[in-house]
Nanobody, 124 residues
Framework: QVQLVESGGGLVQAGGSLRLSCAPS????????MGWFRQAPGKEREFVAA????????SYADSVQGRSTISRDNARNTVYLQMNSLKREDTAVYYC?????????????????WGQGTQVTVSS
């Protein structure tokens, strides 16, 4: 089993920045890819970004491309999502997720482990 704990959410003004963190624990050797998803009220959960657990290859949703950066700190065993130029439409609960195998990157059903979520609220 893998446990995921997110942190870093909060209230920020439009145009501001936030950095979300996700710290996996447990059988982390089984992780192939880490991803961030978000879910706004009344909407389906959507893909935000993903990175190979080994580092390197990243993928972004069009809606955050150019404004967000996903990264991994090997020393801290933590994955980050840096979000800049935040917009009101970025308001959502953000979830960290982990895949055990190389599956479809943007499909939330292909992720095996999930964190509890962290709220991001962008005000105008």
């Amino acid at each position: 089993q893998v446990q995921l704990v997110e942190s870093g959410g909060g209230l920020v003004q439009a145009g501001g920045s936030l950095r979300l963190s996700c710290a996996p624990s447990g059988r982390t050797f089984s992780i192939y890819r880490m991803g961030w998803f978000r879910q706004a009220p009344g909407k389906e959960r959507e893909f935000v970004a993903a990175i190979l657990w080994s580092g390197g290859s990243t993928s972004y949703a069009d809606s955050v491309q150019g404004r967000s950066t996903i990264s991994r700190d090997n020393a801290r065993n933590t994955v980050y999502l840096q979000m800049n130029s935040l917009k009101r439409e970025d308001t959502a609960v953000y979830y960290c997720a982990a895949q055990r195998f190389g599956k479809v990157i943007r499909d939330s059903r292909q992720y095996d482990y999930w964190g509890q979520g962290t709220q991001v609220t962008v005000s105008s």
